[in-house]
């Protein structure tokens, strides 16, 4: 045999290797995808009570592009009654991993008080109206209804620990300006507080000058229906205050000790749903 044959047997030899690694690489890396990598959704601990529904959506984004924009929740309870319920929320598109905590309505509370829920089964969808997908879990209804119970972990929790900012709805306020004509030529005074020729017929308003309010700490804090998501009191005080989809909620656990805090931000709320009590 001649060297030359040998030289291309051994080629042939390692272009066959390579092949069946590269095929065996491939399956594996699918099939690590199919086992670890599956787009998956959980339940979370609500915040807006019995009507409230938390969960997250995980998915590698990179490789299975969507944007999601409706949770629905489906029953099927062919021994009960109703017999079948389908309830859904939209909220904007989100392109990658995220959990939302939202208000499912008052639907929701008859899907969960549904009668021969023990043999019933809850589908969970989680859909893309643009791309026409949408991933499911489907569970037995008593467990759907347990993990709600149980759940510790909250929608707010799950976007810090997975460093999802959620984008904040912008609100457009018209935009004016205008050149004064300028002021006639006059000898009068302004007539303001810090003028000290009126300094006087200030007085009394206000904390006297140079003297700090006294800050005092709060009972509780609350949101009252009507909130239009505007962010405001987010942005001044985003320890207390946290903006959802569709309300806005206050941390469990906030401190209640700044209530000159809260009280910027009561003032600042545009629709004045925040109220609060004074410690006594
Ligand atoms: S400031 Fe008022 S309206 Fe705006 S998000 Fe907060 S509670 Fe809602």
Redesign the pocket.
């Known amino acids: 045999m001649s060297i030359t044959m040998i030289a291309m047997g051994v080629a042939l030899l390692l272009a066959v290797g390579l092949i069946v690694n590269l095929a065996v690489v491939s399956l594996l890396s699918g099939g690590f995808h199919f086992l670890f990598a599956r787009p998956r959704i959980s339940i979370l601990k609500s915040h807006l009570g019995e009507r409230g529904f938390a969960f997250s959506m995980k998915w590698n984004s990179s490789r299975e592009p969507a944007s999601f924009n409706k949770i629905r929740i489906r029953l099927f309870n062919p021994f009960g009654s109703p017999t079948q319920m389908d309830v859904s929320h939209e909220y904007e598109n989100v392109d990658s991993s995220f959990a939302r905590d939202v208000d499912m309505g008052p639907a929701f509370l008859e899907l969960m008080s549904a009668k021969g829920l023990e043999q019933a089964s809850i589908l969970i969808e989680v859909v893309s109206d643009r791309d026409g997908i949408s991933y499911q879990k489907e569970m037995r209804a008593l467990e759907f209804l347990k993990a709600r119970r149980e759940a510790t972990l909250d929608a707010f929790t799950f976007n810090d620990e997975n460093k999802i900012v959620k984008a904040k709805k912008l609100y457009h306020t018209v935009e004016r300006s205008f050149i004064s004509e300028p002021l006639p030529t006059s000898n009068k005074a302004l007539k303001i507080a810090t003028n000290p020729e009126f300094a006087g017929q200030f007085a009394g308003a206000g904390a006297p000058a140079g003297e700090a309010v006294a800050n005092f700490s709060v009972s509780k804090v609350w949101?009252e229906p009507g909130?239009?998501?505007?962010?405001?009191?987010?942005g001044i005080y985003p320890e207390v205050?946290h903006?959802t989809d569709d309300s806005?909620i206050i941390h469990p656990g906030a401190p209640l000790n700044d209530g000159l805090k809260i009280l910027e931000?009561a003032e600042?709320?545009?629709?004045e749903?925040?109220k609060f009590t004074k410690v006594s």
């Open positions: 949101i909130c239009i998501v505007c962010n405001a009191c987010e205050f903006v806005c931000a600042a709320c545009p629709v749903v925040i």
